[in-house]
């Protein structure tokens, strides 16, 4: 099981997420995008200071595994991709996956965005709609 120090709220197309076990102070939050125009958004990841202005983006599909966070300057931060079976033939579902880092991102805060990113777009989402 994995243990993460985050605690997050769902409030209708956003996520606050706290450190620990408190319900203080959110140290980011999660909006989903639902600009028509731009489809390739999935979410916006901002401090809740006051500031409307993401500091990340997430782009690409969740569905397929295969997207990506970049920061404010468009580097990219992290990224999501399937996971490629050693041997032909073989294919692993969609549930297992790979989370790549880059070293000046924190590797708990961009699990926990993977997380959010199922809540908005996994296959338990889907489900609960009855699609």
Aim: with cysteine.
């Amino acid at each position: 099981m994995l243990d993460l120090p985050f605690n997050t709220v769902y409030q209708k197309l956003s996520w606050l997420v706290f450190g620990g076990e408190t319900s203080t102070n959110p140290r980011f939050s999660v909006r989903k995008s639902i600009n028509l125009l731009n489809t390739k958004c999935l979410a916006h990841i901002s401090i809740p200071d006051g500031n409307p202005k993401a500091v990340h983006v997430i782009e690409g599909s969740y569905v397929q595994r295969c997207c990506a966070m970049y920061d404010e300057n468009r580097r990219q931060v992290a990224e999501i991709k399937p996971k490629e079976a050693a041997v032909k033939g073989v294919a692993f579902g969609m549930d297992v996956f790979r989370l790549i880092v880059e070293p000046e991102f924190d590797m708990a805060t961009a699990m926990a965005i993977v997380i959010i990113l199922d809540q908005m777009f996994g296959s338990s989402t889907i489900s609960r709609r009855g699609l």
